[in-house]
T-cell receptor, first 110, second 113 residues
């Protein structure tokens, strides 16, 4: 069964706009990882945030984690057409097995 | 390229045939994972290794599936007597150890006719 649920399921924006994707999960986690997947390809690791962290940045990406609400968000600032992809959150329940959500499909129009 | 590699990238087979996929992890990574992804879904965990030891197998991994990592380096995933329901993307990942980032390969797309 899927532990994480991303919201929204799909998001369409113009280049230059910010994109925010949310992930909710059900049980306590060790860490949460965000991935990007271009159509039909493998997953690219974006950011890992641990349960004792609240925010992490990497370039145009900002990830927050609220363990009290069991939720995380991924913000992509100043989006580009190349950011078009599916984005997944994956939780590690201290078992080292990642449990993925169903993803958010992001479309960035030039 | 020092990332995770998988071969073949695509495999088309007839129902009932056996197939084998290979994964080469990042060289210093001692953990290796297999996941399966069907269209429109996120990946689902199948099994993982610490060096050559297989630590856990998902209920998704029926008796027709077997995975090995004989020397603690590359791994193979074999599916015997393939069924149409086995059609999916098979993804391999590796990491330095528990709780660390898992880096994925490009996947092997299996189509069972």
């Amino acid at each position: 069964s899927q532990q994480g649920e991303e919201d929204p399921q799909a998001l369409s924006i113009q280049e230059g706009e910010n994109a925010t994707m949310n992930c909710s999960y059900k049980t306590s986690i060790n860490n949460l990882q965000w991935y990007r997947q271009n159509s039909g390809r493998g997953l690219v690791h974006l950011i890992l945030i641990r349960s004792n962290e609240r925010e992490k940045h990497s370039g145009r990406l900002r990830v927050t984690l609220d363990t009290s609400k069991k939720s995380s968000s991924l913000l992509i600032t100043a989006s580009r057409a190349a950011d078009t992809a599916s984005y997944f959150c994956a939780t590690d329940l201290n078992t080292d097995k990642l449990i993925f959500g169903t993803g958010t499909r992001l479309q960035v129009f030039p | 390229d020092t990332g995770v590699s998988q071969n073949p990238r695509h495999k088309i087979t007839k129902r009932g045939q056996n197939v084998t996929f290979r994964c080469d992890p990042i060289s210093e990574h001692n953990r290796l994972y297999w996941y399966r992804q069907t269209l429109g879904q996120g990946p689902e965990f199948l099994t993982y290794f610490q060096n050559e030891a297989q630590l856990e197998k998902s209920r998704l991994l029926s008796d027709r599936f077997s995975a090995e990592r004989p020397k603690g380096s590359f791994s193979t995933l074999e599916i015997q007597r393939t069924e149409q329901g086995d059609s999916a993307m098979y993804l391999c990942a590796s990491s330095l150890g528990p709780g660390n980032e898992q880096f994925f390969g490009p996947g092997t797309r299996l189509t069972v006719l």
